[in-house]
């Protein structure tokens, strides 16, 4: 057994989503770092961009694309720029995706605002899947590494739609190993916990972080590259017989903004 072969992702082609910045870039950065050319998908071109070149930059290669990923034409233009470019599809990540967390009091919240959610953090995951399957199963290597996150299996105040969207990412990951496993694709997800970003920043004290902290083991915040580690995991040869889970990543701990 050659050890370094395990994570090695040289002649494979990624696919991250809001890979522009935060946990997307730490897995843009993580994955060109052990081999894959990177296609770094985001709303903010101008962002992209910067993750690509820094990718460059470093010896990878990088591509940037924008993309909304609540518009049909911007995903399938996304797959075709990503075999336009590189000739095939390997590895896809999940990543972008959003929500007022601990901003949804259903006194306030709309059915057009949760529907929305749902259309960022699910409908997409499972559209770009259907949309690369079929390159994964050609090219001979597939790995969907969707985005959950802890407030999928947590209970909080104000979170409705963003919790039970990511809820929806844990049950659908489980299925569609079932349905893309004989094409010899995996499908995970990962959990974040509470990561420094700069949309956590948003919401953000330090008297939260203390409450975060006062129930996490290993005392300190997430930072990007912690999931980015656990996206490798999945998107490597050494999961090979790993599909349909759900890794948390989150020091051990809860941490909720109550």
Same mark, same amino acid.
């Given at each position: 057994?050659?050890?370094?072969?395990?994570?090695?992702?040289?002649?494979?082609?990624?696919?991250?989503?809001?890979?522009?910045?935060?946990?997307?870039?730490?897995?843009?950065?993580?994955?060109?770092?052990?081999?894959?050319?990177?296609?770094?998908?985001?709303?903010?071109?101008?962002?992209?961009?910067?993750?690509?070149?820094?990718?460059?930059?470093?010896?990878?290669?990088?591509?940037?694309?924008?993309?909304?990923?609540?518009?049909?034409?911007?995903?399938?233009?996304?797959?075709?720029?990503?075999?336009?470019?590189? $000739?095939?599809?390997? *590895?896809? /990540? #999940?990543? =972008? %995706?959003? @929500?007022?967390?601990?901003?949804?009091?259903? &006194?306030?919240?709309?059915?057009?605002?949760?529907?929305?959610?749902?259309?960022?953090?699910?409908?997409?995951?499972?559209?770009?899947?259907?949309?690369?399957?079929?390159?994964?199963?050609?090219?001979?290597?597939?790995?969907?590494?969707?985005?959950?996150?802890?407030?999928?299996?947590?209970?909080?105040?104000?979170?409705?739609?963003?919790?039970?969207?990511?809820?929806?990412?844990?049950?659908?990951?489980?299925?569609?190993?079932?349905?893309? $496993?004989?094409?010899? *694709?995996? /499908? #995970?997800? =990962? %959990?974040? @916990?509470?990561?420094?970003?700069?949309?956590? &920043?948003?919401?953000?004290?330090?008297?939260?972080?203390?409450?975060?902290?006062?129930?996490?083991?290993?005392?300190?915040?997430?930072?990007?590259?912690?999931?980015?580690?656990?996206?490798?995991?999945?998107?490597?040869?050494?999961?090979?017989?790993?599909?349909?889970?759900?890794?948390?990543?989150?020091?051990?701990?809860?941490?909720?903004?109550?």
């Amino acid at each position: 057994m050659n050890p370094a072969s395990l994570f090695d992702l040289n002649g494979k082609v990624a696919i991250i989503t809001g890979g522009a910045k935060g946990i997307g870039k730490g897995c843009s950065e993580m994955l060109a770092a052990h081999g894959a050319s990177i296609v770094v998908a985001d709303f903010n071109l101008e962002a992209a961009e910067a993750t690509a070149e820094q990718i460059r930059k470093d010896g990878g290669q990088a591509r940037a694309v924008a993309c909304d990923v609540t518009k049909d034409e911007d995903l399938t233009g996304l797959v075709d720029a990503t075999l336009a470019e590189f $000739g095939q599809i390997n *590895i896809l /990540v #999940n990543n =972008v %995706g959003g @929500g007022g967390a601990g901003r949804e009091s259903p &006194a306030t919240l709309t059915v057009e605002q949760f529907a929305h959610t749902f259309e960022l953090n699910v409908f997409s995951n499972w559209r770009l899947a259907q949309l690369c399957a079929p390159h994964m199963e050609n090219a001979g290597y597939g790995s969907i590494i969707n985005m959950s996150s802890m407030s999928s299996i947590n209970k909080s105040p104000a979170i409705s739609a963003y919790a039970s969207s990511k809820a929806a990412i844990n049950h659908m990951t489980a299925n569609l190993a079932f349905d893309y $496993g004989p094409a010899g *694709i995996r /499908v #995970n997800a =990962v %959990g974040p @916990g509470a990561v420094r970003t700069d949309a956590l &920043a948003s919401v953000l004290t330090p008297e939260i972080e203390a409450t975060m902290l006062s129930h996490t083991p290993i005392k300190r915040l997430g930072e990007p590259e912690d999931i980015a580690g656990a996206v490798l995991y999945f998107a490597a040869p050494i999961s090979k017989w790993v599909s349909g889970q759900v890794l948390f990543v989150n020091g051990g701990g809860v941490q909720t903004l109550d």
